[in-house]
């Protein structure tokens, strides 16, 4: 099919600049190449994007030096600023990042394979989620705005940044969930070293400019290369004080063994998950059905909260395995940006062939596709194989899958899944579907013991940002939600006065003459 004239690539995008210290700086080494899985020639081949920069150790030292001299110990024109102007800079900064919508969508379709619907919602989410954590701020700030008086001692309770953080994102949101990171670790005041991900690089190119021109030298600095090449030294320093990571446990445990002090280390990560449906026998299957195929399949599987494993009960198994499997067929596979698609190449080369080897594996002990197109294969898909019966000595079972590939589990007990959960390495989420209220109430009363979210009659998510995001074991540590993540970055920390006519005369001062940043009643409207 002919590619629109919008979503053509007419220009490489050749990233030769990478951002520290408030300056675009070039680079002159090692560059990578960035590939799409998208081909744009009738036989197939991958696309060029363009090229990034592979930056070495000394340009991510200076990088750090960057961040650590714009936090300055604590005295850094960030970490000190008043709130109404650290959120003047980030709105100004929403404001131009609002102009490059266009780009970025394209690039995220061209880049990680995500539907044209779906892009644009990244984009879209992405801005009201910073709209969204200036408000939150702002409410944290007004709450902040008064002082305390306990037995004789005054205080005056803000909270305050933490200091250097690292942030690293995941390729499968690589806007969103990057910006749910970095977002609330600036706006508190935390100079920040960020490292796109491996995927879903280049859509951060036509930021870059925004970045420069919208925050205080050294605030933001945006570096591209190899983790180990490039986050290694940085944390090797301990001179980080904030590891925020969406990604996987392996790199979190990683990086964080590099710290030398890792009791001084904060740590906000979004890790691996394998969430379960649980379907029981009094389930409305054409809702079950409808849900599981979004949970399961949404953006091919390539979400940590896709559902991963169904748990479907024996009395409707049949059924239910026939609806969805009939219905997994019915999706269609294109470009991201044709009329209608579900499904869309994969981004990672490698991944048709994974996905191969769970179908391999789980077919040679005992298991069958159930959809006729299941594990049908291209340069850069395979078509969702709908597995049955899964059992626990099957790769998919174990492994997290996060591709196109839907494990089913047959139960008779309810306890066979509880079990499972409880076992899991995981605890992120789970979907229970069932509307008996004198079943599901012992059963949701056990499942908020081992997840941290229970989807009703609806499939696993991240949204609304207002609510807590989080998991269990392996899942998760820390909470990510528009008010959590502003917690998550900061620390409380107060000014304490013991109530006397000497102390109190200082105290009125300093609000009189508004020469403290911190001390400040002033209410933002």
Same mark, same amino acid.
């Given at each position: ?164 953080? !690292? ?7 690589? %806007? ?110 054409? !809702? ?154 012992? %059963? ?11 989807? %009703? ?49 200082? %105290? ?18």
């Amino acid at each position: 099919m002919e590619i629109p004239e919008a979503y053509k690539i007419k220009e490489l995008v050749h990233q030769k600049t990478y951002l520290v210290n408030g300056e675009l700086k070039q680079w002159t080494g090692e560059t990578a190449e960035v590939y799409s899985t998208i081909s744009s020639t009738k036989t197939y081949k991958q696309t060029l994007l363009g090229t990034i920069p592979q930056l070495d150790g000394e340009a991510a030292m200076s990088a750090l030096k960057s961040a650590t001299d714009a936090y300055a110990k604590g005295q850094g024109e960030w970490p000190t600023m008043k709130v109404i102007d650290r959120i003047a800079c980030m709105e100004k900064f929403v404001e131009q990042m609002k102009t490059k919508r266009e780009e970025v969508v394209k690039l995220l379709m061209w880049e990680i394979g995500k539907n044209l619907p779906d892009s644009e919602k990244e984009f879209d989410r992405t801005v009201d989620y910073i709209y969204d954590t200036i408000e939150a701020y702002k409410q944290i700030d007004r709450d902040s705005a008064k002082f305390e008086k306990n037995s004789g001692v005054y205080a005056h309770i803000r909270r305050g940044p933490l200091g250097v953080v !690292l942030c690293l994102g995941p390729y499968n949101y690589p %806007l969103n969930e990057t910006f749910t990171l970095l977002i609330p670790a600036l706006i508190m005041g935390n100079p920040v070293i960020f490292k796109p991900a491996k995927l879903g690089v280049l859509l951060i190119s036509p930021l870059l400019e925004a970045f420069q021109n919208s925050f205080p030298k050294g605030v933001v600095n945006i570096v591209y290369g190899r983790g180990r090449v490039i986050a290694t030294p940085i944390m090797q320093s301990g001179k980080v004080d904030v590891l925020a990571l969406i990604g996987n446990s392996t790199s979190a445990n990683a990086l964080q063994a590099e710290h030398p002090k890792g009791n001084r280390l904060r740590m906000v990560l979004g890790l691996e998950a394998k969430n379960p449906a649980i379907v029981l026998p009094d389930a409305d299957l054409d !809702l079950a059905v409808e849900e599981c195929i979004a949970g399961t399949l949404s953006f091919n599987g390539q979400r940590c909260t896709a559902l991963k494993v169904l748990y479907v009960h024996e009395s409707v198994v049949e059924e239910f395995n026939r609806r969805f499997a009939f219905k997994v067929d019915q999706l269609k596979f294109g470009n991201p940006w044709e009329p209608g698609v579900k499904l869309t190449p994969l981004p990672e080369v490698e991944k048709p062939a994974y996905i191969q080897e769970l179908i391999d594996d789980a077919k040679a002990k005992g298991a069958a596709v159930l959809n006729k197109k299941g594990g049908e294969t291209t340069e850069n898909f395979i078509f969702p194989a709908v597995m049955y019966p899964t059992k626990k000595d099957m790769r998919v079972f174990e492994e997290e899958q996060f591709g196109p590939i839907v494990p089913i589990v047959s139960f008779s007990d309810i306890e066979e899944p509880l079990d499972d959960m409880a076992a899991s390495n995981y605890g992120q989420q789970v979907s229970l579907f069932g509307k008996n209220v004198n079943t599901l109430s012992p %059963l949701i009363d056990t499942l908020v013991n081992l997840v941290c979210r229970v989807n %009703l009659n609806s499939s696993c998510q991240r949204g609304p940002d207002v609510y807590p995001f989080t998991g269990r074991k392996d899942s998760a540590f820390g909470t990510l939600s528009v008010h959590d993540a502003l917690r998550s970055f900061s620390i409380r920390t107060f000014v304490a006065s013991k109530d006397n006519d000497y102390n109190n005369a200082i %105290l009125n001062e300093l609000l009189e003459k508004k020469t403290s940043n911190f001390i400040s009643t002033d209410y933002i409207l």
